[in-house]
């Protein structure tokens, strides 16, 4: 068992780098977080609600469907077969007219991190840690967000669920794109 799992965790990131590679193509980022909540199952027991905006700019990144995937997994394991609501919403942030983002978040109500879990959270940890994996997912996530040029943030409170936050800045060539409207209600 310990050889096949150390094959499996080696054979990882080869399959990664051939899957994700630098972000170079620009990607519509609502079919990116489509085709991550395509693969993931959700338990009849939690609701799950997506809010994707319409007539979001494209960015420059890949395997973003990757991330989503991750972020949904770790938050049905974080609600433990009990119901709750999970949410996935996509949006323009123009509070900062020059500067506008797209930004991804997956929330959940599932039992949360206290401020000692939340400070290791992107560190890696022994496989199976709070239900399972190899232990770099949440790395592995911050490591791609910076290589797309992100910012990842989290928030989480223990018994208050987690929200994790992706933001991307829409480059000057973008902003003749952009929708009109922003934020959703």
């Known amino acids: 068992m310990i050889d096949f799992n150390a094959d499996h965790a080696l054979e990882i990131p080869d399959e990664l780098r051939k899957r994700i590679g630098m972000p170079r193509e620009s990607v519509d980022v609502n079919a990116q977080v489509e085709a991550g909540i395509a ?21 420059t990144c890949t395997a973003l469907d990757l991330v989503v995937e991750n972020l949904l997994l770790n938050a049905i394991k974080a609600m433990h077969d009990k119901p709750g609501v999970l949410s996935v919403r996509t949006w323009l942030d ?29 560190e890696p940890r022994q496989a199976g840690h709070r239900g399972g ?33 992706i933001r991307f800045q829409i480059h000057a060539h973008q902003t003749d794109r952009l929708p009109q409207g922003g934020e959703p209600a």
């Open 133 to 165: 994996g190899l232990g770099f997912g949440m790395r592995w996530v911050r490591g791609w967000v910076r290589r797309a040029h992100g910012l990842i943030g989290v928030e989480s409170e223990p018994g208050s669920g987690t929200t994790v936050t």
């Open 39 to 59: 693969a993931v199952q959700i338990p009849r027991q939690i609701e799950f609600v997506a809010d994707l905006a319409a007539g979001l700019p494209s960015i």
């Open 94 to 122: 123009e509070r900062l007219p020059r500067e506008p983002f797209i930004v991804v978040t997956v929330k959940d109500t599932g039992i949360g991190m206290s401020k000692d879990e939340l400070g290791r959270l992107f």
